[in-house]
């Protein structure tokens, strides 16, 4: 059974950082491309970045000021968010997938239940 469990959100002010953690059980975790996606409010959801072996990739709106990384040795990924903006609020959700990177969430074969970031003005 696939497990995917994110933590680290929360509420922080503009110009803030936080990292988000997530968890995997019952994959070969090192085998898989992680990747972090976010859905706001009345919104779809899109792809913020991903990590395959150790090649990053990462979204436009997010490059410079987020960074994916993995420790296979604990079968976690995390997202650290710094210099975090009002527009980078949502759901945040980690995703894997067996093929390669992909941008689209159909790319991705099991999901997260997701985490709460919000970012004050």
């Known amino acids: 059974q696939v497990q995917l469990v994110e933590s680290g959100g929360g509420l922080v002010q503009a110009g803030g950082s936080l990292r988000l953690s997530c968890a995997a059980s019952?994959?070969?975790?090192?085998?898989?491309?992680m990747g972090w996606f976010r859905q706001g409010s009345g919104k779809e959801r899109e792809f913020v970045a991903a990590?395959?072996?150790?090649?990053?990739y990462y979204a436009d709106s997010v490059k410079g000021r987020f960074t994916i990384s993995r420790d296979n040795s604990k079968s976690t990924v995390y997202l650290q968010m710094n210099s975090l903006k009002p527009e980078d609020t949502a759901v945040y959700y980690c995703?894997?997938?067996?093929?390669?990177?992909?941008?689209?969430?159909?790319?991705?074969?099991?999901w997260g239940q997701g985490t709460q970031v919000t970012v004050s003005s």
């Open positions: 990590i395959r072996w150790s090649s990053t």
């Open positions: 995703a894997a997938g067996r093929l390669a990177v992909g941008v689209h969430p159909n790319t991705y074969d099991y």
């Open positions: 019952g994959v070969t975790f090192s085998s898989y491309t």
